[in-house]
């Protein structure tokens, strides 16, 4: 399940002030600054991809405006999601 080596690597990372510090900046931008037009529900499942670089992107009943790293961040999480419950 977990590995017990990156217990260190985990320490450093929760232990890096200069990295809360850019985490929380980039946080106050992700939820104040409205940059662009955004699908709102991006997922794995609304990529459609076909031969020769073909791809579509479905449902974008859930678009609005708002910040720019809402869409990559939602479809970064579906990644996420889908690879950890492969693992199991």
């Known amino acids: 399940m977990f ?8 320490n ?3 232990n890096d002030n200069n990295l809360k510090e850019k985490v ?4 106050c931008k992700f939820y104040n600054k409205k940059q662009s037009l955004l699908h709102g529900d ?3 499942g609304s990529i ?12 974008s009943e859930f678009s ?11 479809l ?4 996420l ?5 492969h693992l199991s």
């Open 3 to 10: 590995d017990i080596n990156l217990i260190n690597k985990v």
């Open 48 to 59: 459609m991809v076909k031969p020769f670089n073909n791809i579509k992107v479905i449902d």
């Open 12 to 14: 450093d990372i929760y």
């Open 64 to 74: 609005f405006y708002g910040p720019i790293g809402f869409d990559i961040g939602s």
């Open 81 to 85: 999601l889908n690879y950890c419950a």
């Open 42 to 44: 991006l997922h794995t």
């Open 24 to 27: 929380a900046k980039l946080k």
């Open 76 to 79: 970064f999480g579906n990644f």
